[in-house]
């Protein structure tokens, strides 16, 4: 039976902190759909101590960016836009419309449309996370999704400069210098100087993930993306610096991001966490790291891999990284999470920044039910149908017109009868139901 030997702060902790951001936001959004621009900016100067007229950037300010970065820095921006771009095409290109004739002159298909406009969300406010825009923008645009906005907050009281040059090199079609509800609720509700969009992508903190939550409906969103959780699953193959390591470079995310540890060693286990109090010591961003470690982080010890494979299916972690002797055993049989990194070569970090998978991910046990961004998210799958014969048109109608008939849909039935009138000269009364015919008679 699992051990947990080290937990995270209790649930009704949360959901205290949870009912307070869910309170803020309902207010904030409410204000922002009543005042607009107005609210937006009251909202900005107080979070952010950002004051414009205008918060969408100018393309000289734009440029500025660009050229304020170093050839190497556009170069690593490029590379890492390349392989996201490259894996978005082989998912787009896995998507196929298609159109069948399944009967005798019954046409049925689906198309994959685009929206219309899609609004990017990058987080910025305690690191200018331009991975952010690689993930969203790129992915709209590959889905081929016509106006592509995006927003991000200042850092240092400032256009995020490298944020804003990977929002340009990505293809945005306007960036915004804004942050928090106020660029959510902006781009979802619209103001007098900024149309509101269809769908709304991107990772952010608490209070971003519960405004897209209270907006879905009124707009699409690609998931709940809240504050990062990480998964290290591990076996005596590794050791403790190396789990350490990979369970801290994703609570630096901040003060409320989940890391969960699970093993079947526990040599393993404490060996970890003498690592995770050794690199507290001399991790540059250990103030952040070692809150979100301390309320939490979590140490859990399982019997075997069908033991971790459960508690880990329970937990459905946005990243699971997976450094096992048999990393296989969990890509075959895990179902709920975000991502998997699979071996010790591999890590969430890479994930993050560049190999070419997208690191929005579901998160709050989301990925029970949802994968993460992908160029699907932003394509309607719609379906169309054509009856192009006569008999066609009839045959269907029979059998429609007998089924709305045991429904009690009298004007439903009629829709099939007229049309069995039309298309097959038969005799229907008003609102009755078609006699079966001797191509439709359960006797034949």
């Known amino acids: 039976m699992a051990q947990w030997l080290k937990r995270s702060v209790a649930a009704e902790i949360r959901a205290v902190a949870d009912r307070k951001v869910r309170d803020v936001v309902e207010s904030t959004l409410a204000d922002i759909e009543k005042r607009g621009d107005a609210a937006v900016r009251e909202l900005s100067i107080r979070f952010d101590g950002w004051d414009r007229d205008d918060y969408r950037l100018s393309q000289h300010e734009i440029q500025a960016c660009i050229d304020s970065l ?65 993930m ?17 907050p200042p850092f240092n009281g400032k256009p995020a400069r ?28 619209g103001t007098q100087s900024i149309s509101a969009v269809d769908m709304l992508v991107g990772p952010g903190n608490a209070f971003v993930a519960e405004a897209k939550r209270q907006l879905f409906g009124r707009v699409g969103i690609d998931l709940f993306a809240g504050p990062t959780e990480t998964m290290v699953i591990a076996d005596e193959t590794v050791d403790g610096e190396i789990c350490a390591t990979d369970l801290l470079g994703q609570a630096e995310h901040g003060p409320e991001s989940p ?11 404490m060996d970890t966490l003498t690592q995770i109090e050794r690199l507290l010591t001399i991790l540059p961003t250990a103030d952040i790291a070692a809150k979100a470690w301390e309320n939490y982080g979590e140490i859990i010890l399982c019997d075997g891999y069908e033991e971790m494979l459960s508690v880990a299916n329970a937990y459905a972690n946005e990243h699971v990284q997976v450094m096992t002797e048999n990393p296989n055993y969990f890509l075959d049989n895990m179902t709920n999470y975000g991502a998997l990194f699979l ?3 591999t ?3 890479f994930g993050d920044k560049v190999i070419g998978t997208n690191h929005t991910l579901p998160t709050k046990k989301s990925a029970r039910y949802t994968g993460g961004l992908w160029v699907g998210k932003f394509l309607k799958t719609c ?20 089924l709305c008939a045991l429904e009690g849909f009298s004007g439903h039935g009629e829709q099939a009868n007229i049309r069995v009138r039309r298309y097959g000269g038969r005799n229907v009364p008003y609102a009755g139901a078609v006699e079966p015919s001797e191509h439709t008679r359960a006797d034949v």
């Not at 340009?168 to 928090?180: E, K, R």
């Open 383 to 402: 379906t169309y149908q054509k009856v192009i014969t006569d008999e066609a048109s009839s045959l269907i109608g029979e059998y429609c017109s007998r």
């Open 70 to 134: 170093t050839a190497q820095e556009i170069k690593d921006i490029e590379f890492a836009q390349a392989q996201i771009r490259n894996f978005a095409q082989i998912q787009r290109e896995s998507m196929r419309d298609v159109e069948v004739e399944t009967l005798p002159g019954v046409v049925l298909g689906h198309k994959n449309i685009p929206v219309n406009a899609a609004g990017c969300y990058v987080p910025g406010g305690k690191y200018p996370l331009l991975a952010s825009a690689h």
């Open 343 to 345: 071996g010790p070569r």
């Open 162 to 189: 490298a944020i804003v040059a990977a929002q340009a090199m990505a293809g945005a079609d306007a960036i915004y210098a804004l942050g928090g509800i106020q660029a959510i609720g902006a781009m979802a509700l």
């Open 347 to 349: 890590n969430v970090s």
């Open 136 to 152: 969203s923008v790129i992915t709209a645009k590959v889905a081929a999704v016509p106006r592509v906005i995006t927003c991000a």
């Open 259 to 269: 890391a969960i540890f699970i093993t079947n060693s526990r040599k393993l286990a």
